[in-house]
C-alpha cells in the first residue's frame, strides 16, 4: 500500500467555486491543495456549447483580487470566462494538480481518506467544488428512439455541424434549450419542446441593486426550493420568445414518449426530425463522497455549505446553497468564504 500524502485542506474541483475556497484559504494562510480532473484550468468552460455568452456582465463574474480583463458591463464568453480561470489560478500560483480525479472518499477518526489518481491522500479538511451539473438527465423513453436519429445532450453539443442534416427537435426550453434552438435554426428547422420559463429582462440582471437582492440575502432552507430550481429551466435572459419566433423555432408541447421511433409529443403529434438535442439538465453525482455526506435524493446534506453529517466537510457552489446567487459566479465567493470560515478552527 502506498504512503497516503497529508494535506491540511484540500479543495476537490478547480473550477470558479474551487478557485473562490481557493483564494480565501489562502488569504488565511493555510495550507491546501486543489484538485482539478480537468487538464487546464478553464477546461469546463471550454467544453460547453461554442455560442455560450453569460449573461452576467463582467464585474460581477469576477473571483476575487482580481478583475476581469474586460469592460465591466462586458458579457464574457465561453472561452474569455475560461481564460480568465486560467488567469486566475496562475496569477494567484494556486497549488493546482490537474487531470486528477478523486475516485472515493471516506471519513473516520477526523481525517478524511481520499483515494485519487494520483495515489492515497488525507486531509483534515475537504471542500467539494465540483458543482451540480454531472451526470446529463434524459428521460429513460430515450433509448426507444430510432438509432439512425441522432442523439446529444447539451453537454455534449458545440456548434450545428455536430449534428447530421434535417430538422432538429430541442428538449427543454431553458437557456441553454433557447441558445442552442437559436443556434440551429440559422441553418435548419427547428423544433423547441418544453413549458415556458419566463424572461428577466437583461437590465435587471446588470443592475447592482437587484443583485443585491438576489445574492445577498439568504433564502430559507429547504430542499423544495432547489428541487422545483433544478427541474425547471431557467428564465430566459438573452433570448426572448419573440426572439425564438423570429429566428423561426416553432415551439411545442412536451415530448411524451416514442412512436415508430420518433418523438411524440403530448398532444399527439410524430416529429420527422434527423436529431434531437436534450437540454434536460443534470443530475447529482456524490457517489463517490462518504456515504452520509449525501441525502436519499443523491444531494448533499449541509447547512449553508458545511457539511450537517460529515466534520471538516464543506461544499461550494451548490444551487440554492445559501442564497438565490449561490450557483452562479456571482454568489460563489461569499459562499466560499462563509464555509472557510466555519471550517478552519482559530489560527
Not at 27 to 55: I, S
Not at 286 to 306: K, S, T
Not at 307 to 329: D, H, K, R
Request: hydrophobic letters at 45%.
Amino acid at each position: 500500500m502506498p504512503i497516503a500524502e497529508r494535506a491540511g485542506t484540500v479543495v476537490v474541483g478547480g473550477g470558479a467555486a474551487g478557485l473562490a475556497a481557493a483564494w480565501h484559504l489562502r488569504e488565511r494562510g493555510r495550507p491546501f491543495a486543489v484538485l482539478d480532473a480537468a487538464r487546464t484550468v478553464g477546461d469546463a468552460w471550454r467544453q460547453r456549447y461554442d455560442c455560450l455568452r453569460l449573461f452576467t456582465p463582467a464585474r460581477f463574474c469576477a473571483l476575487p483580487g482580481l478583475p476581469m480583463p474586460l469592460p465591466p458591463g462586458a458579457h464574457p464568453t465561453r472561452d474569455e470566462m475560461a481564460d480568465y480561470l486560467t488567469a486566475y489560478a496562475k496569477h494567484f500560483a494556486f497549488p493546482v494538480r490537474s487531470g486528477v480525479t478523486v475516485r472515493s472518499h471516506a471519513y473516520g477518526n477526523g481525517l478524511h481518506h481520499l483515494r485519487t489518481d494520483d495515489g492515497p491522500l488525507v486531509a483534515r479538511r475537504v471542500i467539494v467544488a465540483t458543482g451540480a451539473l454531472h451526470r446529463p438527465a434524459v428521460p429513460g423513453f430515450a433509448a426507444a428512439l430510432d438509432p439512425a436519429l441522432a442523439q446529444r445532450h447539451s453537454s455534449d453539443y458545440h456548434r450545428p455541424g455536430d449534428l447530421p442534416p434535417g430538422p432538429v427537435l430541442v428538449v427543454g426550453a431553458g437557456t441553454a434549450g433557447a441558445d442552442i434552438a437559436l443556434d440551429l435554426a440559422r441553418g435548419r428547422e427547428v423544433w423547441l419542446s418544453g413549458r415556458r420559463t419566463g424572461h428577466v429582462p437583461v437590465g435587471l440582471v446588470r443592475s447592482a441593486v437587484v443583485r443585491r437582492l438576489l445574492y445577498d440575502r439568504r433564502v430559507p432552507p429547504g430542499r423544495w426550493i432547489r428541487a422545483l430550481a433544478v427541474r425547471r429551466g431557467g428564465p430566459l435572459i438573452w433570448q426572448s420568445e419573440a426572439a425564438l419566433r423570429r429566428a423561426g423555432v416553432r415551439r411545442v408541447p412536451r415530448v411524451a414518449g416514442v412512436r415508430d421511433g420518433l418523438p411524440l409529443l403530448a398532444d399527439g403529434r410524430v416529429l420527422p426530425v434527423a436529431a434531437v438535442v436534450w437540454c434536460t439538465g443534470f443530475r447529482p453525482d456524490y457517489g463517490w463522497l462518504d456515504p452520509r455526506a449525501a441525502g436519499a435524493d443523491g444531494w448533499p446534506e449541509h447547512h449553508r455549505g458545511v457539511s450537517a453529517t460529515v466534520a471538516g466537510l464543506g461544499f461550494v457552489g451548490l444551487p440554492w446553497q445559501n442564497t438565490f446567487g449561490s450557483g452562479f459566479l456571482g454568489g460563489m465567493p461569499g459562499d466560499a468564504a462563509h464555509v472557510v470560515r466555519r471550517l478552519m478552527p482559530p489560527a
